[in-house]
């Protein structure tokens, strides 16, 4: 039985968790619930599971959500400093962090230093502060279990090959809504026109970064830290099907591949149960139904955001957590209508160009340049929307 706490219970691969949990009661007790806004499904999770403790983001739900669970001695608390609590909670043995963005940097940090596993779906955090996350989970002797479906394939092709030397490792990439498509294209392309994946169903923001290709862009910020690997030894290739999810290739020449179906419920299943696999009952991939498995190179002229995060990981320091908060700007305020598609690349760079670089920066110095990325990228939105209206 492994007791674990999720944080981002209420978002798409918290409540897909929360399935494999589900169907495998006699494995997995949820231990930790947490959410952001979505009190009335929290409450509704919590009367599920019947976990220790309940923590809600936003603290004027802080009452609904006391009332909601009164008489079940389920311990409700809120706000950022109950969230690093909960991800610390003793009885919990592995933390899935499933929060959107940057806010999962504190309590994944938290948890790595009460020496919980870490099954990692919040690739932010290691974009962010890769160099500090890894470095703790090091001296604490925790394990950081990917639950990207292309990095959980390249840590399932690695099992068994230690000692061997890698040549490079490829991430695959959809290629998402817009695959193929030009910059005249994408200067027109809406809000609901990106938010249609062709193959994943996925939250907003992460959909947005597949359009766009800057989801791809920060899979490889991570798997740099995950895999201790520099940029030149992570290509992106796109593979609309989505059936090979990542390959490793050795110095023989030699390449191992992880293939299935598009469902996040596998890798999910496979960093909460590592280093078992557990029997279930998803769809199987059969070659039959997909003959033709297509791979190319991916648009970096059209698609920006690939090339800026390969030139954030290039330069180090806070680089990546200056790419990672304007993008978060961006893409909130493309969903806002505020800015243009492509128009959210051109303030990704400017950020990157024009903010202090930090070369060897402290949680602190994160935490502040996140802080003033932020302040900045959106004063570029707002003098965007001021040119669209003269």
């Known amino acids: ?31 930790v619930l947490t959410a952001q806004n ?4 929290l409450i509704a999770q919590a009367l599920e599971f019947r976990p220790d403790v309940v923590v809600i983001g936003y603290e004027p739900h802080y009452a609904a959500l006391k009332d909601g669970l009164a008489g079940t001695g389920i311990e409700v608390l809120c706000g950022e400093a109950a969230l690093a609590e909960a991800a610390a909670w003793p009885e919990a043995d592995t933390v899935l962090t499933a929060l959107v963005g940057a806010a999962g940097l504190r309590p994944t940090i938290a948890a ?26 090091a001296e604490h002797q925790v394990r950081i279990l990917p639950v990207d479906s292309e990095h959980s394939a390249i840590f399932q092709c690695l099992a068994g090959e230690s000692g061997n030397e890698l040549e490079k490792i490829i991430l695959t990439a959809s290629g998402g809504p817009f695959r193929g498509k030009n910059r005249e294209f994408l200067a027109s392309v809406t809000r609901d026109e990106a938010l249609r994946h062709p193959n994943w169903v996925m939250g907003a923001k992460i959909t947005i970064d597949s359009a766009s290709l800057m989801n791809k862009g920060l899979e490889v910020i991570e798997a740099s830290w995950l895999f201790g690997l520099p940029a030149n030894q992570i290509e ?25 179906l598009p469902d996040m419920k596998l890798p999910i299943q ?6 078992q696999r557990i029997k279930n009952d ?17 648009d970096m002229h059209t698609f920006r955001n690939l090339g800026l995060a390969y030139t954030a990981l290039g330069k180090g320091g806070n680089q990546p957590c200056v790419l990672n908060a304007a993008n978060e700007v961006v893409v909130a305020a493309f969903l806002e209508k505020k800015i243009g598609f492509l128009e959210m690349s051109d303030v990704v760079e400017r950020c990157m160009d024009d903010l202090p670089f930090i070369g060897q920066p402290s949680l602190s110095n994160y ?24």
């Open 1 to 31: 039985m492994k007791n674990i706490a999720i944080l981002g219970a209420t978002g798409s691969v918290g409540k897909q968790a929360l399935e494999v949990v589900r169907g495998n009661p006699d494995r997995f007790k949820v231990r």
């Open 38 to 41: 979505s009190v009335t499904l």
């Open 112 to 137: 790595i230093e009460a020496g919980k596993d870490i099954a990692l779906a919040n690739k932010e955090t290691l974009v962010v502060a890769g160099e500090l996350v890894t470095a703790l989970a």
């Open 236 to 260: 992106v290739v796109v593979h609309p099907q989505s059936i090979v999810h990542s390959l490793v290739q050795f110095t023989d020449g030699s390449l191992k591949a992880q293939l299935g």
């Open 270 to 275: 496979y960093a909460l149960a590592y280093p």
């Open 282 to 298: 998803f769809p199987r991939f059969s070659f039959f139904e997909y003959p033709e498995l297509t791979f190319s190179k991916p």
């Open 367 to 390: 935490l502040e340049t996140d802080e003033h990325t932020r302040i900045f990228a959106a004063d570029l939105v707002t003098k965007q929307q001021r040119v669209h209206l003269i």
